[in-house]
């Protein structure tokens, strides 16, 4: 059993390390015979000071008998008699929240082969909740819920999606026919699934992995595989993949690319929006301009995302208000684009438009 690290804080895996090892516990107390402190740090590999915390978690659920035998503590649960939990308000909110955006994120939503077993786990969930709680939850729901909704039905999916997710939980091999909008062509491709993601940018269900025809991790929208065969041929999994940091550094408003440093200059309204938002981790502001009244009239940011569509689309959607800085490349590219755009609305193209209506 992996050694486990005291200091380590309870999110992304080492949350569900804590999660796993509760369950774990719950279960082996509930056997009937008693455990020292010295018996459970050794069962889990941990020390007992986290025996000690756990037990404290344990004992907001369970009625945890314990009892003093010279210099030891031994524990059991008593009856396997379940306690409720007693969420507080913001925690019972969160839990709304968290239903809402899943929910409405298209994984979960109705035409998503994900909705039955959302609404079970959440069933689950609420059961286990008092029936004040209960009440306090559907309270809550008028209140709270998001702004996001599904674009694609997903349903038809839901075999390709099943064989994504066992290969990806098995480390298989996937052979595969994609359909690429780019190239508007269908090719045969060997993949190794690594996650299955939501896309909100796309409305899509993602999957993303190694790509043995680019031989790079690549995503693929599951709606554009059109045939799919599990493969007998196993492959190893990076150890150090985490696709919050792999979409942090390789994707940028919905885009993958390649990283790079951009230095880009806010003007006006847009200066004092850039000013207050957080586009991404890695920003910084360089500068600040403002005027005689103290109004922030000018903002310089940098930060390095992923190149490619996706950032052209973000700098054109400020219009006039942003200009890229650095590099130079994407200047220019940006010059380019602002060309063809101004091409499609020049004094010939509005007269040949006009006539053909």
């Keep these: 059993m992996k050694k486990s690290n005291d200091k380590k804080t309870l999110s992304g895996s080492r949350r569900g390390d804590l999660v796993s090892r509760l369950s774990q516990m719950s279960s082996v107390l509930?056997?009937?015979?008693?455990?020292?402190?010295?018996?459970?740090?050794?069962?889990?590999?941990?020390?007992?000071?986290?025996?000690r915390r756990d037990i404290d978690a344990l004992s907001r659920y369970y009625c945890i008998e314990e009892y003093r035998r010279d210099r030891k503590i031994f524990y059991r649960i008593e009856n396997n008699k379940f306690v409720p939990p007693e969420l507080t308000e913001a925690e019972l909110s969160t839990l709304v929240l968290a239903e809402e955006v899943i929910g409405e994120s298209g994984l979960t939503a109705i035409p998503s082969p994900f909705a039955s077993d959302f609404d079970s786990l959440m069933k689950k969930v609420k059961g286990a909740l008092s029936e004040k709680q209960r009440i306090e939850i559907e309270r809550l729901k008028s209140i709270l819920s998001s702004a996001t909704s599904p674009a694609k039905d997903f349903r038809k999916h839901k075999t390709k999606i099943d064989c994504l997710l066992k290969a990806a939980i098995q480390c298989h091999r996937v052979r595969m026919i994609y359909h690429s909008l780019s190239s508007d062509q269908e090719t045969e491709r060997?993949?190794?699934?690594?996650?299955?993601?939501?896309?909100?940018?796309?409305?899509?269900?993602?999957?993303?992995?190694?790509?043995?025809?680019?031989?790079?991790?690549?995503?693929?929208?599951?709606?554009?595989?059109?045939?799919?065969?599990?493969?007998?041929?196993?492959?190893?999994?990076?150890?150090?993949?985490?696709?919050?940091?792999?979409?942090?550094?390789?994707?940028?408003?919905?885009?993958?690319?390649?990283?790079?440093t951009v230095c880009l200059k806010a003007r006006g309204v847009t200066a004092r929006i850039f000013d207050e938002r957080k586009f991404h981790r890695t920003q910084i502001t360089k500068e600040k301009k403002t005027s005689n009244d103290g109004k922030l009239e000018e903002i310089t940011i940098e930060m390095r995302v992923a190149s490619g569509r996706g950032l052209l689309r973000f700098i054109l959607s400020w219009g006039n208000e942003v200009e890229v800085i650095s590099p130079t490349e994407l200047r220019q590219q940006l010059r380019e684009t602002c060309q063809k755009t101004l091409a499609l609305y020049s004094v010939d193209s509005v007269n040949n438009a006009n006539e053909i209506f």
């Design 30 to 51: 509930s056997s009937g015979r008693w455990y020292t402190q010295e018996e459970l740090a050794r069962q889990f590999d941990v020390s007992l000071r986290t025996i």
């Design 190 to 260: 060997l993949f190794d699934p690594y996650s299955i993601y939501y896309d909100p940018d796309g409305s899509t269900i993602k999957v993303i992995g190694f790509d043995h025809k680019r031989q790079d991790i690549i995503p693929f929208s599951i709606d554009h595989i059109k045939r799919l065969w599990l493969t007998r041929q196993e492959f190893q999994r990076p150890e150090n993949f985490d696709l919050r940091e792999f979409l942090a550094e390789n994707c940028f408003n919905g885009i993958h690319g390649k990283p790079i």
